[in-house]
T-cell receptor
Framework: EPEVTQTPSHQVTQMGQEVILRCVPISNHLYFYWYRQILGQKVEFLVSFYNNEISEKSEIFDDQFSVERPDGSNFTLKIRSTKLEDSAMYFC????????????FGQGTRLTVV | AQKVTQAQTEISVVEKEDVTLDCVYETRDTTYYLFWYKQPPSGELVFLIR??????QNEISGRYSWNFQKSTSSFNFTITASQVVDSAVYFC?????????????FGSGTRLLVRP
């Protein structure tokens, strides 16, 4: 069964460093997302990406964040200068074009900023 | 504004008991989609079910069943004869048709602990 793949599973980084989280969505899906889950809290929407551009972003997704689909298969989330409060689980998800389809999530990348 | 409320933060049951997880949603859209996801201790999010707003038929899948009631804006999830492997955090989520990004709005989750 096709699945969304995220790498790395766990990343530890120093405050102020840049990190790139990588995702390979399901191949025939057209909508891509990043969500964040701070430990013990709810899953929060960060950004959606469709047709090679951001379709929507939340207020969490400030200038420190960016997304890219560089080669038609990978989908990356970059945090330019990490802060302690960026420590969270980051989930990538993808969805077919039809609005009534479910989003499939990757296994997540746990980001720890020290 | 859209919102999903899961008032039960944590539920503890003994194996083989039935348990119902509550979900109440708010939306002004007439067409929307409701979801349940399971997050086991390993951390991934596992899709369980999707429901369209125009389909109020309840659904059963093995030990799982879902009760969708538009009149009370609820989409409750029942596990019959619970098992230890059901222990997880369960999230209810909403997606609105008017939202071009089709993003998911999650509730805060209910942690279910099934004791042997």
């Amino acid at each position: 069964e096709p699945e969304v793949t995220q790498t790395p599973s766990h990343q530890v980084t120093q405050m102020g460093q840049e990190v790139i989280l990588r995702c390979v969505p399901i191949s025939n899906h057209l909508y891509f997302y990043w969500y964040r889950q701070i430990l013990g809290q709810k899953v929060e929407f960060l950004v959606s990406f469709y047709n090679n551009e951001i379709s929507e972003k939340s207020e969490i997704f400030d200038d420190q964040f960016s997304v890219e689909r560089p080669d038609g298969s990978n989908f990356t989330l970059k945090i330019r200068s990490t802060k302690l409060e960026d420590s969270a689980m980051y989930f990538c998800a993808s969805r077919k074009q039809r609005r009534d389809t479910e989003a499939f999530f990757g296994q997540g990348t746990r980001l720890t900023v020290v | 504004a859209q919102k999903v409320t899961q008032a039960q933060t944590e539920i503890s049951v003994v194996e083989k008991e039935d348990v119902t997880l509550d979900c109440v949603y708010e939306t002004r859209d007439t067409t929307y989609y409701l979801f349940w996801y399971k997050q086991p201790p390993s951390g991934e999010l596992v899709f369980l079910i999707r429901r369209n707003s125009f389909d109020e038929q309840n659904e059963i899948s093995g030990r799982y069943s879902w009760n969708f009631q538009k009149s009370t804006s609820s989409f409750n999830f029942t596990i019959t004869a619970s098992q230890v492997v059901d222990s997880a955090v369960y999230f209810c989520a909403l997606s609105e048709a008017k939202d071009s990004s089709y993003k998911l709005i999650f509730g805060s989750g209910t942690r279910l602990l099934v004791r042997p």
